[in-house]
């Protein structure tokens, strides 16, 4: 057996990280975790531009929410994230997996499951508590047992796959769940 050595574990750890990193932007279907092809990502505490999918409403419910969650914050999210996102299905932790990672696009998503009754402000907080800049990422359980939050995340995904902006994503949100009957959360729209 050999002796501990603390540079060996420090690379121990990194190489975790980096795997996670990798595992979650396979879940993501690829791509970047900051920014999207085509768009630049905004320094923190800039205002969205009208053709940027990056920067999150002030009511998104992230605290400083044009902070973006460091590849580091991402990482060690997931790797400690609850059972009730790894063992939920697939499609459940893939939400989990894009809300962890682009909180810059569903927190500008409303959510139509009735959560609003439970104060939260946008699809995002049905994933993720809300957070001041530099506090760590807390996951939230409503999402995993309701379809409607799943649903309206991976729309946005898929839209931003395809390159849709901020307001087609929201208007095809509104459309997809809007007449459901439940009120929706009082989600600012995005800039157009």
Known sequence: MRPFDPRRARRSTRAAAVAMSLILLALLGGGTVAGCAGHESQAPGSSPT???PVGMPSTGGMGDSTMLPTPDQISAAWATRPAYVSHNGHETEEAYAFAVARPDVVGWMPCYCG???MDHRS??????????SG???A???????CDVCVKTALMAKQML??????????????DAFG?????GTPTE???S
Do not use: W
């Not at 699809?123 to 001041?132: G, H, T, V």
């Not at 996951?139 to 047992?145: D, G, L, M, P, V």
């Not at 007449?179 to 009120?183: C, F």
């Open 50 to 52: 009208a053709d940027s």
């Open 115 to 117: 959560c609003a009754a």
């Open 123 to 132: 699809n995002l907080e049905c994933f993720l508590k809300r957070r001041d």
């Open 135 to 137: 506090a760590s990422i």
């Open 139 to 145: 996951f939230e359980e409503h999402a995993s047992y």
């Open 161 to 174: 796959a395809q390159g849709a902006t901020l307001r087609q994503m929201r208007a095809a949100v509104d």
């Open 179 to 183: 007449g459901n009957g439940a009120p």
């Open 189 to 191: 729209l995005p800039p």
